[in-house]
């Protein structure tokens, strides 16, 4: 037990100065409060010690199923956090549970409430390792397994669950698959880089419920979502967000049905490396205004991203009417005074746009102007 507090003696005489006791006073008040709080530090108990915190990973909720050829695909993101929302720093496993039941009575997919999930359900797999490692494709997780195609009287009911150490997930979103025969392919697959994006184009005979465009970068393993999507009486499309300087693979699949998603097996691979050989597009409203000594020329920009700059060319009666470059070094303003003219000339202009991986446009029709 802490022993009772004790009052200070007194150590100034009362027949010391006035001044002293002054000064004296205020110490001996700050004397008695530090007596009174220490005791009060070293009567402090420590609490019992906190539970460690616990690592449980944040419950899958995207998980998506699709039908690809002979192939059933699960696609989900790579969980990044707890359930109390702090970072995960990774998971250990993947497990993968599988609940069968038979289909409805008009051949209806079969659904199942959690609880009976949970119960019912038996783990199909579990990816560990280097297995993990293979299954993930950029931000998500991809499992690839082979389907039969028999007789179907039942339909799988799927769910994933994470595992860090010893701490699991709750299960996944649920997601049913009932195995169909896939759609034919597309054919004559073509790949056309031009300067508004890459254009895919392919054949197929008969009709379809549409078609899906898959794209991946050269030195990424699988692909992800489908890039563009068509309707199935479309046999091209256009991917303008291709890069330039990149080099990418597509392929296209046939949706034999969208609910559940069915794909037919890919149309072969077209590999093509997306460079910057095309023109940037001419400028608009170019004008060619006289004054005194000289012309200024105005223009609205190129809709070109990468514009290096603008070269001027002119041309006037006493050269025969050649052109000839003005501005060796592109300028990247959208106007030029030329000046020392000689005035009652007449001075004709083109100009020309660079980018810059040097692409050059052709000269743009000539405006012209007489100084004053």
């Given amino acids: 037990m802490c022993s009772e507090l004790r009052s200070l003696p007194s150590t100034a005489s009362d027949s010391a100065p006035a001044f002293g006791r002054r000064v004296w006073r205020p110490f001996r008040i700050l004397l008695l409060l530090s007596s009174l709080l220490l005791p009060l530090v070293a ?17 899958i909720q995207d998980l998506a199923l699709r039908q690809q050829g002979s192939l059933m695909m699960l696609d ?9 929302g702090t970072s995960l720093g990774g998971i250990d496993s993947v497990e993968l549970w599988v609940l069968t039941k038979p289909l409805g009575a008009e051949g209806e997919a079969p659904s199942a ?19 993990l490692q293979s299954a993930i494709v950029g931000s998500r997780i991809q499992i690839r397994l082979p389907l039969e195609m028999p007789e179907q009287e039942t339909g799988d009911i799927f769910a994933v669950r994470t595992l860090k150490g010893e701490e699991v997930s709750r299960f996944s979103n649920r997601v049913t698959l ?4 896939p759609p034919v392919s597309p054919s004559r697959l073509h790949a056309e880089a031009t300067a508004s994006g890459i254009r895919i184009s392919w054949e197929y005979e008969g009709e379809a ?35 330039f300087g990149k080099r990418y693979i ?14 037919s097996e890919p149309a072969g691979e077209r590999e093509i490396e997306y460079l910057d050989r095309f ?35 002119r041309t006037d009666p006493t050269q025969r009417g050649e052109w000839h470059l003005i501005t060796p070094d592109p300028i990247d303003a959208l106007e030029y005074s030329d000046r020392g003219l000689s005035p009652g000339v007449r001075f004709s202009y083109r100009l020309q746009v660079v980018d810059h991986e040097g692409n050059e446009s052709d000269p743009s029709p000539p405006v012209s102007a007489t100084p004053r």
Avoid: H
């Fill in 43 to 59: 009567c402090g108990k420590k609490g019992p010690p906190l539970p460690p915190i616990r690592v449980i990973p944040i419950q």
């Fill in 250 to 263: 597509y392929t296209v699949r046939t949706v034999g049905s969208r609910e559940p998603l069915v794909l």
């Fill in 209 to 243: 419920e549409g078609f899906q465009i898959f794209r991946r970068e050269a030195t990424e393993r699988g692909y992800g979502a489908p890039v563009r999507k068509e309707a199935g009486d479309r046999r091209r499309t256009l991917d303008r967000t291709a890069q």
């Fill in 178 to 181: 009932v195995p169909t025969e």
């Fill in 76 to 84: 989900m993101a790579y969980p990044t956090t707890t359930v109390a």
């Fill in 113 to 131: 409430e959690p609880a009976e999930f949970v119960a019912g359900a038996e783990q199909l797999m579990a990816l560990r390792g280097s297995e």
């Fill in 279 to 313: 023109a940037p597009p001419l400028p608009s409203n170019v004008v060619a205004l006289p004054e005194r000594g000289g012309v200024r020329l105005r223009w609205e920009p190129s809709d070109a991203p990468d514009v290096k700059g603008y070269r001027i060319y």
